[in-house]
T-cell receptor, first 110, second 114 residues
Framework: GQQLNQSPQSMFIQEGEDVSMNCTSSSIFNTWLWYKQDPGEGPVLLIALYKAGELTSNGRLTAQFGITRKDSFLNISASIPSDVGIYFCAGQSSARQLTFGSGTQLTVLP | GAVVSQHPSWVICKSGTSVKIECRSLDFQATTMFWYRQFPKQSLMLMATSNEGSKATYEQGVEKDKFLINHASLTLSTLTVTSAHPEDSSFYIC??????????FGPGTRLLVL
């Protein structure tokens, strides 16, 4: 089956720093999505990418859909304490199901 | 934005009992809903795809007779864990797909089987 490799697994950064995380896949996806999950909650959609090469921003978040359609990255600029959480990438195939990455645990230190 | 609710948010039950979890799309209709399971410090794993008015499609390794899914309306899907055992303890999350094919997730239900 399809597999998503997400890295890094965890990050500890200082408040105000920029953050970057990425996902790579063994196969092609039609859509890439990035979610944030707080403890005990469901994932919340941050950014959706629909076209290869697409670069999309949502406030301090920027994500790109890789040209090969097998990868995506998420950048967070000027991190703040409320950015703490687990970030998941997800790829949507032609079957319209989501495959999730393993997650990146982000900790922002004051 | 689209809102998906789940009920209950947490449940504790005895081994051998059955537990029903509801997933509702509050402000949109969802012909398709999905059920995921998430173990601590792990990612979401798709269990089944629930289609309104038809049988659910289960992922490989998920027992359909143990995890009963009913999607009787465009805004409600239920997951029933039958004869629950401690190894079924997990965080169960549903999602509902809107017409734009975006999946919106519920807040999750934490199940603890004693």
């Amino acid at each position: 089956g399809q597999q998503l490799n997400q890295s890094p697994q965890s990050m500890f950064i200082q408040e105000g720093e920029d953050v970057s995380m990425n996902c790579t896949s063994s196969s092609i996806f039609n859509t890439w999505l990035w979610y944030k999950q707080d403890p005990g909650e469901g994932p919340v959609l941050l950014i959706a990418l629909y076209k290869a090469g697409e670069l999309t921003s949502n406030g301090r978040l920027t994500a790109q859909f890789g040209i090969t359609r097998k990868d995506s990255f998420l950048n967070i600029s000027a991190s703040i304490p409320s950015d703490v959480g687990i970030y998941f990438c997800a790829g949507q195939s032609s079957a319209r199901q989501l495959t999730f990455g393993s997650g990146t645990q982000l900790t922002v230190l004051p | 934005g689209a809102v998906v609710s789940q009920h209950p948010s947490w449940v504790i039950c005895k081994s051998g009992t059955s537990v029903k979890i509801e997933c509702r799309s509050l402000d949109f209709q969802a012909t398709t809903m999905f059920w995921y399971r998430q173990f601590p410090k792990q990612s979401l794993m798709l269990m089944a795809t629930s289609n309104e008015g038809s049988k659910a499609t289960y992922e490989q390794g998920v027992e359909k007779d143990k995890f009963l899914i009913n999607h009787a309306s465009l805004t409600l899907s239920t997951l029933t864990v039958t004869s629950a055992h401690p190894e079924d303890s997990s965080f169960y999350i549903c999602s509902a797909r809107d017409l734009g094919e975006t999946q919106y997730f519920g807040p999750g239900t934490r199940l603890l089987v004693l």
